[in-house]
Nanobody, 115 residues
Framework: QVQLVESGGGLVQAGGSLRLSCAAS????????MGWYRQPPGKQRELVAT???????NSADSVKGRFTISRDNAKNTMYLQMNSLKPEDTAVYYC?????????WGQGTQVTVSS
């Protein structure tokens, strides 16, 4: 059983920055997939960015150039650096990992961007 704990969310003005962290209870070197998702109010959960065990990254068009996903295997932690935040980035952000054919989710962290 993998435990994931997100942190770093909060209230920020448009144009500001936040860095989200996702700390895992297991050695993330073994995870072949790690990603950030978000769920805006009243909408479905959507993929934000992903990073593979090899370090390859991908991100949604809506956040390209503003958000950066990374992982620190030594700290068993994944990050999402969010810059130039917009009100439409307001959502609950979740981390997700795939490990031994199972998918695990964190509890989520709220990000609110005021205009």
């Amino acid at each position: 059983q993998v435990q994931l704990v997100e942190s770093g969310g909060g209230l920020v003005q448009a144009g500001g920055s936040l860095r989200l962290s996702c700390a895992a209870s297991e050695n993330i070197f073994s995870f072949n997939f790690m990603g950030w998702y978000r769920q805006p109010p009243g909408k479905q959960r959507e993929l934000v960015a992903t990073v593979t065990s090899g370090g390859s990254t991908n991100s949604a068009d809506s956040v390209k150039g503003r958000f950066t996903i990374s992982r620190d295997n030594a700290k068993n932690t994944m990050y999402l650096q969010m810059n130039s935040l917009k009100p439409e980035d307001t959502a609950v952000y979740y981390c997700n990992v795939h490990y031994l054919s199972r998918s695990y989710w964190g509890q989520g962290t709220q990000v609110t961007v005021s205009s």
